[in-house]
Nanobody
Framework: QVQLVESGGGLVQSGGSLRLSCAAS????????MRWYRQAPGKGRELVAG????????NYADSVKGRFTISRDNAKSTLYLQMNSLKPEDTAVYYC?????????WGQGTQVTVSS
């Protein structure tokens, strides 16, 4: 079965950095588009970044452009999100996401808290 397991969240001061990881299994990771989403308290889930199967193309929400970098290691079936220059408004639970065989899958999420 499809499994997505996020890690790497934590508490960081404003201006700091974190790197999130998402270990994937149960599907052909190297063949699919992957995404990171986040959900802040009291808000809806927001698309943060996406990356093509080869890693050759990426896209970002305007709010994180220039600060976050999405990447992947297909040999390790792992998705990453490098987050720099973090702001308090980046505080949220971060989820990785994949569509596989017409179904949408989410990890359990990892909490990122940025203090001012």
């Amino acid at each position: 079965q499809v499994q997505l397991v996020e890690s790497g969240g934590g508490l960081v001061q404003s201006g700091g950095s974190l790197r999130l990881s998402c270990a994937a299994s149960g599907f052909t990771f190297s063949s699919v588009f992957m995404r990171w989403y986040r959900q802040a308290p009291g808000k809806g889930r927001e698309l943060v970044a996406g990356i093509t199967s080869s890693g050759g193309n990426t896209n970002y929400a305007d709010s994180v452009k220039g600060r976050f970098t999405i990447s992947r290691d297909n040999a390790k079936s792992t998705l990453y999100l490098q987050m720099n220059s973090l702001k308090p408004e980046d505080t949220a639970v971060y989820y990785c996401n994949v569509w596989w065989r017409l179904s949408n899958y989410w990890g359990q999420g990892t909490q990122v808290t940025v203090s001012s």
